[in-house]
Each structure stands twice: as C-alpha cells, then as structure tokens.
C-alpha cells in the first residue's frame, strides 16, 4: 500500500471513495462532513438520516457507514464514527474507523481512499497522536486497497503529517494539493 497527502477540502481529494470524520448522529454539520455534504448534496445526507434511523440513535465508536457520494466526484462516501457520544475519540477508535473504512473500500471494490485525519478536531484526539494510528492501522491492514490518501486542511500541518507518514512507510511521501476551488472530474469509472 501507498500513502499519500492532500493539502485542501476533502471533497476535492483525489480518491475512489473519501471518509468523513463524524460523530454517532452522522450529522453532516461541521468539519469533514459538512464539506460533503455542501458539495456532494442533501442525497447524502438523507442517506446518513436513514442509516441513524435504522441503526441508531447513536451509532457505535469507530463504525464506518457508506453512502451515495452525491454530486461528488468519488464512488462512495465512508461515514466514520470518529468521537462518542461525549464528542471524544481515543487510538482504539480511530484504529477501528480506518479498519471499517478499508472493509467498506474493498466491499466496493475501491482502490484509492481519501482519509481525514480522525477525531483531530470535534473529538480533542492529538494530530500527530491520530494521524500515526491511522498510518501504522493502513500499512498492516489486509486489504486490496493500493492507496491511502491522508487528506490535510491546514497548511502549516504538512510537513509533520509528511514526516509522521514517512516514519511509518518509509520513503517520500508525495503530496499534492487543490490548485482550485472546482469540482473536479471523478476519478473512477464503472469498469473499475
């Protein structure tokens, strides 16, 4: 497996599938799903209201749920649980979204996945505490999944999301970035 990062929004992020970073009501209202949900459309949420309706009222810590990924350019959406409900997360968590992201990638059949860096904010996890859980979970997880893509929105936190990936996989870590606010043509296509 490759790992890679993205400096922008999340829903710009080039990937098959892109996860957001939620909390138990899959709300869609700040952070990751709230960008989403803005540029995807209200299809998505609907979809997290039925999944809360039927599974819910607060779904577990660390489940991952897919949905329609709208008007987005990606095959899917993956909707992590990232916090409790007392809006906090811990590394059991974050290893366990990354897990259920990956079994969600690979039930749809997904090469690439676009992940935040979970629980980093709503839910106080540390940046650099998250983003090592999630690197090291990645490169020992079985799964067909060839790419993860760790998707950074602020700039100043590059370099130590580049240094903590290389730690983890070796080698150089490219990093890419939205050079513009458009919505970008997808990057699957129904053969895959």
Same mark, same amino acid.
């Given at each position: 497996?490759?790992?890679?990062?993205?400096?922008?929004?999340?829903?710009? %992020?080039? *990937?098959? *599938?892109? /996860?957001?970073? @939620?909390?138990?009501?899959? +709300?869609?209202?700040? &952070?990751?799903?709230?960008?989403?949900?803005?540029? &995807?459309?209200?299809?998505?949420?609907?979809?997290?209201?039925?999944?809360?309706?039927?599974? &819910?009222?607060?779904?577990?810590?660390?489940? %991952?749920?897919?949905?329609?990924?709208?008007?987005?350019?990606?095959?899917? !959406?993956?909707? /992590? !649980?990232?916090?409790?409900?007392?809006?906090?997360?811990?590394?059991?968590?974050?290893?366990? /979204?990354?897990?259920?992201?990956? %079994?969600?990638?690979?039930?749809?059949? /997904?090469? @690439?996945?676009?992940?935040?860096?979970?629980?980093?904010?709503?839910?106080?996890?540390?940046?650099?505490?998250?983003? +090592?859980?999630?690197?090291?979970?990645?490169?020992?997880?079985? @799964?067909? =999944? #060839?790419?993860? =893509?760790?998707?950074?929105?602020?700039?100043?936190?590059?370099? $130590? *999301?580049?240094?903590? *990936?290389?730690?983890?996989?070796? &080698?150089? !870590?490219?990093?890419?970035?939205?050079? +513009?606010? $458009? #919505?970008?043509?997808?990057?699957?296509? #129904?053969?895959?």
């Amino acid at each position: 497996m490759r790992v890679s990062i993205f400096l922008g929004d999340i829903s710009l %992020a080039p *990937a098959d *599938a892109v /996860c957001t970073s @939620t909390n138990p009501r899959l +709300s869609l209202v700040m &952070g990751t799903g709230a960008a989403v949900r803005e540029r &995807g459309g209200h299809e998505i949420l609907r979809e997290c209201e039925t999944i809360v309706g039927r599974e &819910g009222p607060h779904l577990p810590a660390g489940s %991952a749920h897919v949905t329609t990924a709208g008007s987005l350019p990606h095959k899917i !959406v993956i909707h /992590c !649980v990232a916090s409790d409900t007392s809006h906090r997360s811990s590394e059991q968590i974050v290893r366990a /979204c990354v897990t259920h992201a990956l %079994a969600a990638a690979d039930a749809a059949r /997904c090469r @690439t996945v676009a992940m935040p860096v979970f629980g980093a904010g709503h839910a106080h996890m540390k940046f650099e505490r998250s983003l +090592s859980v999630i690197a090291e979970t990645a490169r020992h997880a079985a @799964t067909s =999944v #060839e790419e993860v =893509v760790l998707v950074i929105l602020d700039p100043d936190r590059v370099e $130590e *999301a580049r240094r903590v *990936a290389s730690s983890v996989f070796g &080698g150089e !870590v490219k990093v890419t970035q939205s050079e +513009s606010r $458009e #919505e970008p043509a997808g990057w699957w296509s #129904e053969e895959e």
